[in-house]
C-alpha cells in the first residue's frame, strides 16, 4: 500500500517551473530506470511495469536529475523503491 501512496504522490508531484528542456529529459529518464528498477523487485507483471513507467513521461516526477540518480543508486544497492526515495526526495 505504502507504494501505491508514493506513485499517486508522484503522479501529482509532476513538473517544476524554471527546468530546462533538457533537465526535463533526464529526469524523465532517470524516473523510468528507477522505475524499471522498482517494477523488478515488486515482482509486477508486464502491464503494471508499463504503468509504472509511463508515469514517468510527464516530467519525472520534478525531482531533479540528482534526486532520481540517488535513488537508482540506493536502489542497486538493495533498497526498496519507497525506502530510497524517502531517503532521497529530501535533497
Known amino acids: 500500500m505504502r ?3 508514493a506513485v499517486i504522490t ?6 517544476l517551473p524554471g527546468c530546462t ?5 533526464q529526469e ?4 523510468k530506470e528507477a522505475m524499471k528498477l522498482n517494477a523488478k523487485q515488486q515482482r509486477v507483471n508486464q502491464e503494471l511495469r508499463q504503468k509504472f513507467i509511463e508515469g514517468c513521461a510527464i516530467g519525472g516526477g520534478g525531482r531533479t536529475p540528482a534526486q532520481w540518480k540517488c535513488v ?3 536502489m542497486k544497492q538493495g533498497q ?4 530510497a526515495t524517502d531517503q532521497c526526495f529530501l535533497e
Open 3 to 5: 507504494y501505491f501512496i
Open 10 to 15: 508522484l503522479l501529482y508531484s509532476f513538473g
Open 21 to 25: 528542456e533538457t533537465e526535463v529529459g
Open 28 to 31: 524523465v529518464a532517470l524516473c
Open 72 to 74: 537508482i543508486a540506493e
Open 80 to 83: 526498496s523503491y519507497v525506502n
